[in-house]
């Protein structure tokens, strides 16, 4: 006696449910990603033992050499961040605007103050500088 075969059926995946999962691995990693704003120069930040985190940044200064000096991603010279930065203050209340002025290690100290004397002639109050966080004072 002869019994008949049982036909295994081929089954090929779903692929639907398997779409759905990497469209929304894609959309978490966007969402969860954070980008640099500023023109992306390696600084040297100096370390502080007092640095604190600065939520609210709306501007951003880089001192990257003695006349090199970015203002978000427009590069100017100490001459030109006048011009430049009356254009940017244009309509923001300058009470509680918030600037962030970087520069490295090996950043002219003079450079530094004359970007702090180009803000404060523009009414500019709300400025921090960066640093990087050091280990407790000892």
């Not at 609210?56 to 050499?65: D, F, N, V, W």
């Not at 961040?81 to 254009?87: A, E, M, Q, R, V």
């Not at 921090?128 to 280990?135: E, F, H, Q, S, V």
Request: no cysteine; charged share 25%; hydrophobic share 45%.
């Amino acid at each position: 006696m002869r019994l008949p075969r049982r036909l295994v059926s081929q089954g090929t995946p779903n692929l639907i449910p398997l779409i759905d999962v990497v469209l929304m691995m894609v959309i978490f990693f966007l969402v969860a990603t954070v980008f640099r704003v500023g023109p992306g120069l390696a600084l040297d930040l100096p370390k502080s033992t007092t640095a604190a985190n600065v939520t609210i940044t709306e501007m951003r200064i880089t001192i990257a050499g003695e006349d090199e000096i970015w203002l978000g991603r427009d590069r100017a010279t100490l001459a030109s961040l006048d011009t430049l930065l009356k254009d940017r203050l244009k309509g923001k209340d300058l009470k509680t605007l918030r600037v962030v002025v970087e520069g490295g290690r090996d950043a002219p100290y003079q450079s530094v103050v004359s970007v702090l004397d180009v803000l404060r002639q523009n009414k500019v109050t709300g400025v921090n500088l960066m640093t990087k966080l050091a280990g407790p004072a000892k």
